[in-house]
């Protein structure tokens, strides 16, 4: 009888445990079926469990794939330049220029059937205006926005902004929502709009081509509206051949979203892995932009990056002398960092802050300022350069360190997010030639979360690039490079180095140009020479250490579907990436099914369960310094490993059944 009863039980403890395992990924209730379904992976900003379009964080930082229920005004095509209308028929300047004009396409309407409206389109602008500072409404130079009629919008804009790019700044990434649903949620939360989840599936307002279907933490799901009104508007297959279902996947790092990635688990990814090169040109079911590029610049460029000093540091206040940025740029092996943590896939930034892969950038750049103050139209490096402004500014020697004005230089720490792993290496880099000149510096790795609040509150004392974006291609190229890093405040998300007149005796100057600029033609020769001007001031002062242009390392599997953005084929906008929220659905909209599929990866190893590569191994080392790379490949066999907390949780049921047994069999005995 006590053998029977401890045969049960512990037949109990395995079923209970097999229960737990067998449930992983079984957290979402509908199914999405592999070929009618696309996948976009991506880092711990992609989901966030709601679909408030005022979430404070904005467009570009949260739930990735929001764009396919809320609709910008326009789209920016990043091969043509061209500002693209989407929910918008037309935007065009007055004859005078005082007011830009919008009118919404006649066919748009909510998911009720209600026609979109400018009363909609107005009442969007003043709800993200008061609610969400990401999209706040410059009153300095925009006057109002009323309703001209039913499918009018007017923005106006204040007397000597006429004709001002600053308007359609916002035009591409601003979702626009139904008064008719929002006006009372508002009037209901209040300032506290942004903790409204808005995960009422049937209630959910919307005009793009998508519904939200299911979310999590870690998954979100859309599905297509097959009678969408834009099917015929943009010349769309009907009935649509593009995704059932869009699926967005977060991951913890970017080696498990490449680990997915290789298992086609998910068909878009836009983040870094090591041996991405090598990894993709030997597989030839997944293409890039530009896969057979002959400098190996297969990827879509993004923006410039830079190094983040904090100039108002009161712990380090050498960080605002111009001399002391100069030699830091002189110390770092940029060819290391290029070669080596972008693996020689991204091209060299230069210190006019303006992206040179961008349109007309080759027109805005002062490359003979540039050679004349470095001697190279990227700053060279010449860690003996680096000592001599030190020896010169400062007392003390590479053995010993240096003090400037009574204060050490250093030690500094650089602020590096958990995860990014190019960054992460890139930090490590940096940090050692800055050593090696006598300045003591270590990377500090932080979780995503404090990624994004510590160039807010301003606890650091260098940021690896702190995500400003910088001068990526949009309708205003490249005045929202200089306006992102050197006007407003880094509450609002720009300026992140402080540079103000506090920090620097040419900010105000700078400042006042940079407005100037907003008011002229992009490409014209008055705005050329105006940004000339501002790089006489930021080239030699460097503000910030320029480093490389982004890139996207947007790879797509073909295996389930065609028509992805190629330099042969751009498609709708051109190359497009998760990063930036609004090209999304135009990617979307242009894929087809491919040929029959193999058997899928199930795709909820993603949520709750760890997939893995195993089998043939090839390893290499490259060395820089004291640093040593060491790169894995590992291909073939798949082994699926159940998460830690479910093996725990597991364990403790069947360790407390264990001893439930054995004293149930001593006090039997």
């Known amino acids: 009888m006590k053998k029977g009863k401890c045969a049960a039980l512990l037949c109990v403890s395995v079923l209970i445990v097999s229960m737990m395992v067998a449930g992983v990924g079984s957290a979402m209730a509908q199914e999405y079926p592999r070929e009618e379904t696309m996948y976009i992976g991506g880092d711990q900003s992609y989901c966030v469990g709601n679909f408030n379009p005022f979430n404070v964080g904005g467009w570009a930082t949260f739930n990735r794939g929001l764009s396919l229920v809320y609709m910008t005004l326009f789209y920016y095509n990043t091969v043509t330049g061209e500002l693209v209308p989407w929910l918008a028929e037309s935007g065009e300047w007055s004859d005078d220029g005082s007011t830009f004009i919008i009118k919404i396409r006649p066919e748009a309407v909510w998911r009720d059937g209600t026609p979109v409206t400018a009363d909609d389109v107005v009442f969007s602008y003043e709800a993200h205006d008061q609610y969400n500072p990401y999209f706040s409404i410059n009153r300095d130079v925009i006057a109002s926005i009323e309703a001209a009629d039913t499918r ?4 106006n804009v204040v007397e000597g902004q006429e004709f001002t790019n600053r308007v359609t700044a916002g035009l591409v990434d601003m979702p626009i929502v139904s008064k008719a649903r929002w006006e009372p949620l508002i009037a209901e939360y209040g300032d506290q709009i942004t903790t409204y989840a808005n995960t009422d599936y049937d209630e959910m307002d919307g005009c793009g081509p998508y519904r939200a279907v299911e979310s999590t933490e870690r998954e979100t799901y859309y599905e ?7 099917i015929d508007v943009f010349g769309l297959p009907d ?11 977060e991951y913890a790092s970017n080696d498990l979203e490449q680990r997915d990635f290789a298992n086609n688990v998910h068909d878009w990814s836009d983040s870094f892995f090591a041996g991405c090169y090598k990894w993709i040109m030997t597989h030839e079911d997944v293409i890039t932009w530009n896969k057979w590029d002959p400098e190996g610049h297969i990827f879509p ?3 410039a990056i830079y190094m983040v000093p904090n100039l108002a540091s009161e712990e380090h206040p050498e960080l605002k002398e111009p001399w002391l940025r100069q030699a830091v740029a002189y110390a770092i092996n940029m060819d290391d960092v290029c070669n080596i943590a972008q693996e020689g896939l991204v091209p060299r930034a230069n210190p006019s802050y303006i992206t040179p892969t961008g349109p007309m950038a080759d027109q805005y750049i002062d490359y003979d300022l540039i050679r004349e103050t470095y001697g190279d139209v990227v700053i060279p490096y010449d860690p003996d350069k680096a000592i001599e402004i030190l020896q010169e500014h400062c007392e ?3 053995e010993e360190g240096w003090t ?6 250093g030690p500094w720490e650089i602020v590096t997010c958990e995860g990014w792993s190019d960054v992460n290496l890139m930090s490590e880099l940096i940090a050692k030639n800055l050593t090696d000149i006598g300045i003591k ?3 500090r790795i932080v979780s995503e979360d404090d990624y994004w609040s510590i160039p807010v509150t301003g606890d650091f004392d260098w940021i690896d690039f702190a995500c400003i974006d910088s001068g990526v291609p949009g309708p205003t190229f490249p005045i929202n490079a200089y ?3 050197f006007t407003g405040t880094a509450e609002g998300g720009t300026n992140y180095a402080r540079y103000t007149p506090e920090t620097s005796p040419n900010a105000e100057t700078v400042q006042d140009l940079i407005d100037e600029l907003w008011r002229l033609p992009i490409g014209s020769e008055e705005s050329i020479e105006v940004a000339k001007e501002i790089q006489s001031y930021l080239v030699p002062e460097l503000p910030y250490i320029p480093l490389y242009v982004q890139v996207s390392w947007g790879r797509h599997w073909t295996t389930y579907w065609e028509g992805w953005p190629t330099v042969d084929n751009p498609g709708r906008c051109g190359p497009a990436c998760t990063w930036h929220e609004y090209n999304i659905p135009q990617v979307v909209l242009g894929l087809r099914p491919a040929g029959a599929p193999p058997t899928p990866t199930p795709t909820e190893t993603v949520t709750e369960t760890v997939t893995e590569t195993v089998t043939e191994t090839t390893t290499t080392t490259v060395t820089a310094g004291e640093i040593t790379v060491t790169e894995t490949e590992t291909q073939t066999t798949t082994v699926t490993e159940v998460p830690t907390g479910y093996w725990v949780a597991g364990a403790i049921v069947v360790i407390v059944l264990i001893i439930g047994i054995v004293l149930a069999a001593r006090r039997g005995g």
Request: glycine content about 12%; proline content about 12%; cysteine-free.
């Open 152 to 155: 009018t919008v007017h923005i």
């Open 224 to 230: 297509r509206i097959d009678d969408w009104w834009g």
């Open 239 to 249: 009935p649509p051949t593009y995704p059932k279902y869009v699926g967005v996947l």
């Open 301 to 303: 460029f993004q923006g």
């Open 396 to 398: 003390g020697s590479v």
């Open 404 to 409: 400037w004005d009574g204060h050490p230089i």
């Open 441 to 443: 510096v270590e990377p």
């Open 483 to 485: 306006n992102n890093l």
